[in-house]
């Protein structure tokens, strides 16, 4: 098994099959890659089917457990159940997707032997996700969702990113979930630096407090260090209700406690979501290549926060000057506008429920609308 310099093993990879996506959501940084999407149609960059696939067997063999394949939107690829179906054994599969194509393929991909799903789900209601996401399929994604469940791809996890026109959002959806069965809520927390919008931000400690005022039982995830709050029940009775909630700005804790390196849907290993100066190519995608890639990879992953960012004496994250100039196999991806996403984004209003009681919540409380209280 590889292993860092500051004792953190790889257990885990991400793959991004593509950056094509059939939503345009305003918070999405593509996997910190920003907003790189072009058409919709297959990218001769993207990884053919036989180099994922010998990808995951590499990683397997120096002692991967599991991988999540990601995008853009993962379904968009179909070769999706066959690199699914060549994942080595003994390797848990699962998927972050928007859902929209998991009721026609919900089952196919279960076969092929697909364990886990996460869906993207913001707002329970229809004109408030379809301003998240720039798309009318809401009904699609609640089939999708059932789907997954009936193909036994449970628990379901419904993946919602807490920002300032989602924060009304929160206590909704975890009665949603919690009334649901197979369902659990990951909360992930808006991360500025890469989607840009700093002041979408909420304080995320704000909505720890509310969940631990609401839960039966609290515990922790190795993963990250991520807190989990299980809302009606214990982790000895089932899901009951669990949230999990993925805060890594600022985290040094959560840095810690990584334990996986991402692969682009171009053919590069990224060590840190949060960084884009470490990329390192696959080379010729031979066995070879990708072993000395995922070798060099691992060796100089450092924690985000903590080490490549510290903290100055004002409290402010500045990088560390040992990583001044850090450049990978490319240059980062450059960006036609100022931040990921900020052209998509001026043309967003603040939801009624979303914008304004969100922003409620975030700053004055709003304990009558059932928003996240403040402190």
């Not at 848990?92 to 929209?100: D, K, L, P, V």
């Not at 089932?238 to 999990?244: A, P, R, S, W």
């Not at 996986?260 to 840190?272: A, E, Q, S």
């Not at 985000?304 to 402010?316: R, V």
């Amino acid at each position: 098994m590889l292993e860092d310099d500051f004792g953190r093993e790889l257990t885990g990879l991400r793959v991004s099959l593509t950056d094509r996506c059939n939503f345009d959501c305003v918070y999405c940084h593509n996997e910190g890659l920003g907003d790189t999407r072009g058409p919709m149609a297959p990218s001769e960059e993207e990884l053919s089917t036989d180099e994922v696939v010998r990808v995951i067997e590499v990683a397997a063999d120096h002692g991967v457990e599991a991988v999540k394949f990601t995008g853009g939107e993962p379904m968009l690829r179909t070769d999706l159940g066959e690199i699914v179906r060549r994942t080595p054994a003994g390797v848990e599969t699962s998927m972050t997707t928007n859902g929209t194509f998991l009721p026609d393929r919900a089952a196919e991909l279960a076969d092929a032997g697909l364990e886990r799903v996460n869906v993207s789900q913001d707002a329970l209601d229809p004109e408030d996700f379809a301003t998240l996401t720039q798309s009318g399929a809401y009904d699609q994604v609640l089939s999708g969702v059932e789907a997954a469940l009936d193909a036994g791809l449970a628990p379901v996890k419904l993946n919602m990113v807490v920002f300032e026109h989602t924060a009304g959002y929160v206590p909704e959806m975890v009665e949603h979930v919690a009334d649901g069965d197979g369902l659990r809520l990951q909360l992930i927390e808006y991360m500025p630096e890469l989607a840009g919008r700093p002041e979408w931000a909420i304080d995320i400690d704000r909505v720890h407090d509310w969940l631990a005022e609401q839960a039966t039982e609290v515990t922790a995830r190795e993963m990250h260090d991520r807190t989990r709050y299980w809302i009606d029940g214990t982790p000895d009775d089932g899901d009951g209700g669990l949230v999990e909630v993925v805060d890594p700005v600022g985290n040094t804790d959560f840095c810690e406690n990584c334990h996986r390196v991402r692969v682009t849907h171009d053919g590069y290993l990224k060590g840190c979501l949060n960084r884009n100066d470490d990329l390192r190519s696959l080379g010729d995608r031979s066995r070879e290549a990708i072993e000395a890639a995922l070798r060099d990879t691992v060796a100089e992953r450092v924690p985000y926060y903590g080490e490549y960012l510290i903290e100055d004496d004002n409290g402010e994250w500045v990088r560390n000057p040992a990583y001044e100039g850090s450049k990978g196999d490319r240059a980062p991806y450059e960006y036609e506008n100022d931040a990921p996403g900020s052209e998509r984004a001026d043309d967003q209003p603040a939801t009624e429920k979303g914008g304004e009681d969100a922003s409620h919540a975030a700053t004055d409380g709003g304990e009558s609308t059932g928003s996240v209280p403040d402190n």
